[in-house]
């Protein structure tokens, strides 16, 4: 119930291409839902977060979308450039610890081609 | 600001030996996290720390794994004695709030 499922596990999308990834969830105590980005031999970086009263959040090119009911979220890069080129990961956290004890999905390795 | 900040960056020890890795969090902040990266298990959370006080060890692996913070600008993670599957990415994070966390660039933990 902890979990946090993602995918795909890699994608490959061309320059200007929208580049999607997808995650579900089963604990409906989850109240936060950050992605972070992370470059090879990098730290996880905080991309963009949503919580759950709000369906979509854009920051940039970047964009969450949030289905409380399917207990999906999604983040969606508009004009994919090769400096996306990274492993994204999506995290939920339950409300009820004090603190965000993020739980992470497995992770998506993105490659935009030139 | 620097960030968080780890040390050493790459560890390499035999099996047997004591590592101790070390972090330095964001000035200010109040909340402190160490992560472990593998392949096979994802980023797990090992200890959280709040004001210098541990919260949660949960994911602390087994006793051979402990974890410090002396004050609020220095945490240490322990591995005594080291093991090959103790092998990973060690990674310190911190946060203002618990909210947003920041992660430091990683240890590379080699254990032979």
């Known amino acids: 119930q902890q979990q946090v499922k993602q995918s795909p596990q890699s994608l490959i999308v061309q320059k200007g291409g929208i580049s999607i990834i997808n995650c579900a969830y089963e604990n409906t105590a989850f109240d936060y839902f950050p992605w972070y980005q992370q470059f090879p031999g990098k730290g996880p970086a905080l991309l963009i977060a949503i919580r759950p009263d709000v369906s979509e959040k854009k920051e940039g090119r970047f964009t969450i979308s949030f289905n409380k009911s399917a207990k999906q979220f999604s983040l969606h890069i508009m004009d994919s450039q090769p400096g996306d080129s990274a492993t994204y990961f999506c995290?939920?956290?339950?409300?009820?610890?004090?603190?965000?004890?993020?739980?992470f999905g497995t992770g998506t390795r993105l490659l935009v081609s030139p | 600001d620097a960030g968080v900040i780890q040390s050493p960056r790459h560890e390499v020890t035999e099996m047997g030996q004591e590592v101790t890795l070390r972090c330095k969090p964001i000035s200010g902040h109040n909340s402190l996290f160490w992560y472990r990266q593998t392949m096979m298990r994802g980023l797990e959370l090992l200890i959280y720390f709040n004001n210098n006080v541990p919260i949660d060890d949960s994911g602390m692996p087994e006793d051979r794994f402990s974890a410090k913070m002396p004050n609020a600008s220095f945490s240490t993670l322990k591995i005594q004695p080291s093991e090959p599957r103790d092998s990973a990415v060690y990674f310190c994070?911190?946060?203002?709030?618990?909210?947003?966390?920041?992660f430091g660039p990683g240890t590379r933990l080699t254990v032979t």
């Open positions: 995290a939920a956290s339950p409300m009820n610890t004090g603190f965000q004890k993020l739980v």
């Open positions: 994070a911190s946060s203002p709030t618990g909210n947003e966390q920041y």
